[in-house]
């Protein structure tokens, strides 16, 4: 089984208004798309962050006549970034484990469950200037609009745990979401709800959130201030759980966390940390440790989703409800056949079929490249100066991802 053929396209998809510590989605989201064939014609796909296709490009020379059953080898052969790894590593995995006729999580040593948890990722966010979206296209601008979101999210997928991604308003309207989300979802109803405002706080705001939301107690707060020494420090005045996908995002971040204990719960990634078999690995650090471990989640379309779950499938230190932005996916924006993977009850169902249990649908994945050379559909400038007229953007550009640059802390 030898990798004869190497495809790399980078893509575009719409995404929505969705606003964040730094300013508003811009309205496409970029993708890098891998696809291999086997000489025994076995295919694969994998999926990441958008501009790793001259990363995986360069590492053409050695992946082309490669074993992709060869992982080991092929890790210590990869030269590049962790994220751009993960796309390579899953579509050789996808295509290892179809040739031997398992889903990439028994492929990998097997199951701790059939089906895997996830968090509703709720944003403040602008109402989509073309109507487009698979889900509340409208704004969300304010706690009661927040809600309503929560509502639609919860009503539609069956979500049990509501992330908030704050940061973009004053920490006083984030509590007051806060507030309104627990009276609306409460705990003995079975609701979880954490917060993550890309830490944009500093020390002392961080604890006077953490002292105004401890009643409805919150699952974790994630992020909130900037390193893994500040989350130490705001520790020493609260009893909520630290979270991060920001200051301990690397197998070279473990150690100092073990040292200082800043971060409770860990939200792996294999896009960040390195493949599905990295986040198996923090799996065993956070064993290791007794720290919790989450799953972090940005933009993915539908390979991204269905590694995700296979290596959330297979890990069994996995004990929170993982992160997903794919409900932010629209239907007709992905690129797989027969349509988006499915959530049930908060819940999404482990494919049944060989590899990732997904295939890539050619004529999108045609269509969203082209996407990409057209450029973005529309300009979110106006957006964000209607929020904040002294809003500058970043690089010097209006049409960068996200905008304004705002120094940290914020607040
Ligand atoms: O999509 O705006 C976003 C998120 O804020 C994303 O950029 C983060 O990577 O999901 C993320 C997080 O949990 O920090
Ligand atoms: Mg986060």
Not at 68 to 75: D, G, I, K, L, V
Not at 225 to 252: G, Y
Request: hydrophobic content about 35%; charged content about 25%; aromatic content about 10%.
């Amino acid at each position: 089984m030898i990798i004869s053929k190497l495809i790399v396209t980078p893509v575009a998809t719409h995404d929505q208004p969705l606003l964040n510590s730094t300013g508003v989605h811009e309205s496409y989201r970029t993708r890098t798309i891998v696809q291999i064939e086997t000489t025994d014609g076995y295919t694969g796909a994998g999926e990441t962050y958008g501009d790793r296709d001259d990363e995986i490009a360069a590492n053409r020379n050695w992946i082309v006549g490669h074993d992709p059953r060869q992982m080991t080898q092929a890790r210590l052969r990869w030269e590049g970034s962790p994220s751009a790894w993960a796309a390579v590593e899953t579509a050789m995995l996808d295509a290892a484990a179809k040739h031997v006729g398992l889903p990439v999580c028994d492929y990998i040593g097997g199951r701790a469950r059939d089906r895997v948890e996830w968090a509703a990722y709720l944003f403040y966010k602008f109402a989509d200037e073309n109507g487009q979206g698979e889900i509340a296209t409208g704004a969300a601008l304010d706690p009661e609009g927040f809600v309503r979101q929560a509502e639609e999210f919860v009503e539609r997928y069956g979500f049990k745990a509501l992330k908030i991604k704050g940061g973009f308003f004053h920490p006083d309207v984030d509590i007051e979401t806060f507030r309104l989300l627990r009276k609306r979802f409460p705990k003995q109803n079975g609701y979880d709800i954490r917060i993550d405002p890309n830490s944009v706080w500093s020390i002392e705001t961080s604890i006077r959130v953490a002292k105004a939301i401890e009643e409805y107690e919150p699952q974790y707060l994630e992020d909130p201030t900037d390193s893994i020494a500040d989350h130490a420090e705001l520790k020493k005045h609260t009893d909520i759980p630290t979270a991060s996908n920001m200051c301990v995002s690397a197998f070279s971040h473990v150690k100092p966390n073990a040292q200082i204990e800043g971060i409770d719960v860990i939200l792996g990634d294999h896009h960040h940390w390195g493949g599905i078999l990295a986040y198996k690995e923090t799996g065993v650090l956070c064993r290791v440790m007794s720290w919790g471990l989450s799953g972090h989640s940005n933009n993915s379309l539908g390979i991204s989703q269905a590694a995700m779950l296979h290596a959330c499938a297979a890990t069994p230190e996995l004990n929170f409800q993982a992160d997903t932005h794919y409900p932010w996916t629209d239907t007709d924006g992905d690129i797989i056949k027969g349509g988006k993977l499915q959530f049930k009850d908060g819940f999404m169902d482990v494919p049944d079929a060989p590899g990732l249990g997904v295939e890539i649908d050619e004529d999108a994945l045609a269509e969203r490249s082209e996407a990409l050379k057209a450029g973005p559909p529309s300009n979110r400038k106006e957006m964000i100066l209607d929020i904040d007229p002294k809003a500058k953007p970043r690089d010097g550009s209006w049409t960068g991802y996200n905008f304004p640059n705002y120094a940290k802390p914020r607040w």
